[in-house]
Structure formats: C-alpha cells, structure tokens
C-alpha cells in the first residue's frame, strides 16, 4: 500500500483526465489503459492538496483513504449575500460577558480546517482561549506584567508613547484585549514556505465565518505586541517550539449592533495596460529597497 493510497474505481472512470490536468505538481499519469494512476516519483511530489477528489466529476478517485462520497457538494451562493458580508464586516471592541455557545465554538474551530496555505503546508497551530473564566485570567496576568513594563523609567519618544498606556492600565481599562471573553492566536512554523502570509489568511477566513455566525471579531495589534516582548505568555497558549506568533484575534458575542454599512473611501485600483517600462538603475535599487523591507 503506497502512503497516497490512490485509487480508481474502473467502472465510474469516464477517462477525462481532468485529475491528471489539474494537478500542479505533475503526480499523476494515465496507465496503458487510460486509468489514472500515481507517476514516477509522483508520491514524492505530491502535496495532499485533493484537487484530484475534488475535481472528478463523476466520483471515481480516492486518495489517503477519503472518499468522495464524505466530501460536501459545492453549492450555488449568492455573489450579492456575500459582497454584503464582506461590506458589514466590523471590528468589535464592545463584548458581553459570556461564552460562545459550544456549538458555534465548534464550528469557528473545525472552519479552519480548510483555510488555504501555501503548498498546502497544513502546520500552522491555533491557540484558541474558547472560556471566559480563562480570558479573564490571561487578561489580569498579562495587564500586570505590563503594569511592570511601563512602570518602569522610559525617556524621549517611548515615554509619550507608553505614558498614555500606562494611565489606562493604572486606571484598570482593558486597553489590550477590549474585554472579549475570548481570544484566538495563530503561529506558525518559523521554516514554513509562507509563514508571513498563511496566518494572515486563517484569519481573515475565520473572521467572516464568524461575521455569518454573529459573533464579533477583531483584529488585536497590541495583543501581538504583547505576545512578542512577554514571552511567558506563550507557554500558556501552548504554541509549540520553533512556531512564531503571527498575530491575535479577539471575539466573542457582540453589545453592539451595527445597523448599515461604511462608505469608505476607495482604494487606488489601476487597469495595467499593455508594454513594458523602462527603468534606470537608480530606479530598479529603490524599488529592489523598497520592496525588501
């Protein structure tokens, strides 16, 4: 048994190749009788991406023991429900003091399963604070150790900078985790192919899976710089050795209802047009420069 564990069922196989067309990495091939089949090498290639599942139309390809009668059928959605979704989507800084349901709990966790990474390198690790009394926890920890931080003599810029933290943490405002009973932590393996981006897509998935299920979300800075310069804190969330943080979100049951969406102002899109530009040294090492930082 090979570790791909692909088959064919001969009888449904119409031979249209479209699993063989369709994989990036070249790890399939038609045999003398026109049946896919795992190339030379292929194994080695291949990176459990499933295309060959999901794209065969009439069902006949299995691969590491799934079947496509356990794979969902893909629906028709409507582009209009979902631009509006995406046109509503708030962050909420404003939580009531409960938990989530265990049931939408559940489903913003398994959701993740199918966030995109690059070459479907499936090692990202999410570390999920899913009950109150843990967050509230978290929270008074973290605030006196940055009670600690900021107490201490800071000149010039960072002064100004943290003096108005450190007022609103003396004062007991929860300026870091907003009071979101819950929280949710992305890390990353540190030698992962696209370890800058992937967390970035869980994220912004999980957010609006969460915006259709009611539940407020935000996008939480500080509590990443906080991550960063308290090291502690990541024993706690169990992220694993050798992972680095990517960045927080806050969430939990909104105490405030939106009514309409934004108008925002819009964004710089251009049509590029056809033709090449010419660039002078000096111009390809600014951008080369600013493109590195």
């Known amino acids: 048994m090979t570790k791909m564990n692909f088959k064919i ?30 190339a030379k090498g292929g194994e080695n290639r291949c990176i459990k991406c499933q295309h060959c599942l999901a794209i065969c139309p009439v069902g006949a390809l299995s691969i590491f023991g799934k079947s496509p009668e356990n794979s969902e059928p893909i629906q028709q959605y409507n582009p209009d429900e979902i631009l509006n979704l995406i046109k509503n989507r708030r962050s909420y800084r404003h939580y009531k003091k409960e938990n989530l349901s265990p049931e939408i709990m559940t489903k913003l966790k398994d959701m993740l399963n199918w966030v995109p990474t690059g070459v479907n390198n499936h090692n990202l690790h999410f570390s999920f604070i899913d009950d109150i009394d843990v967050m509230n926890d978290f929270r008074e920890y973290t605030n006196k150790k940055l009670i ?9 810029e960072a002064l100004k900078k943290f003096e108005r933290y450190k007022k609103a943490l003396l004062t007991g405002e929860d300026l870091i985790f907003r009071g979101a009973p819950h929280m949710l932590v992305v890390s990353t393996p540190i030698d992962a192919p ?39 804190l990541c024993k706690q969330l169990e992220i694993p050795d050798n992972y680095k943080i990517s960045y927080v979100m806050l969430f939990g049951p909104a105490d405030v209802e939106y009514q309409r969406s934004t108008q925002p102002e819009p964004f710089k899109i251009v049509s590029v047009k056809k033709g090449h530009r010419e660039m002078s040294l000096i111009e390809k090492i600014k951008r080369f420069i600013v493109n590195s930082k």
């Open 194 to 232: 696209c370890k800058d981006i992937d967390p970035v897509i869980a994220l912004s998935y999980f957010e609006l899976y969460a915006q259709s299920l009611g539940v407020g979300t935000c996008w939480c800075g500080l509590g990443y710089g906080v991550l960063r310069i308290i090291p502690e």
């Open 9 to 38: 069922d001969s009888e449904k196989c119409i031979h249209c190749g479209h699993c063989i067309e369709d994989c990036m990495v070249k790890a399939l091939e038609f045999d003398e009788n026109n049946i896919p089949q795992v």
């Open 148 to 156: 600690e931080i900021v107490s201490k003599p800071i000149v010039g």
